[in-house]
């Protein structure tokens, strides 16, 4: 098989774990803080194994969340779209650090 490498880089990330609970039910994610993929953290569930980059844009879009994440109904996506809100960097500052 021949294979062409794109990039294979390391680095030092920040890794932060959070659980949570609402009314719904309860919810453990990991956050990957990297300065890989433009800058967007990436969002692990770590019940489902589900992951994503997310910016600030993704927040906001509770369809994406809803099949990203495969959760079960609006409600949900509401709940994680707050949480995501506070754990996220605003989409200006990821784009600040790439000009």
């Known amino acids: 098989m021949e294979m062409e ?8 990330s920040n890794v ?3 659980g949570f609970t609402t ?3 309860r919810y453990d994610f990991g956050i990957v803080y990297t300065s890989q993929f433009f800058g ?3 969002i692990i569930c770590m019940q489902t194994g589900q ?6 844009a993704d927040i906001r879009d509770l369809d994406y969340l ?11 996506a509401m709940d994680l779209a707050d949480f995501l809100d506070e ?3 605003p989409s200006e ?5 790439y000009e």
């Open 66 to 76: 809803l099949t990203k994440f495969k959760l079960p109904n609006y409600r949900v």
């Open 51 to 56: 992951s994503a980059l997310i910016d600030g």
């Open 93 to 97: 500052l990821i784009e600040a650090s």
């Open 23 to 25: 009314m719904e039910g």
């Open 16 to 18: 932060r774990f959070i």
């Open 87 to 89: 754990v996220v960097p």
């Open 5 to 12: 490498k794109l990039y294979d880089e390391m680095e030092q």
């Open 40 to 42: 967007k953290p990436l």
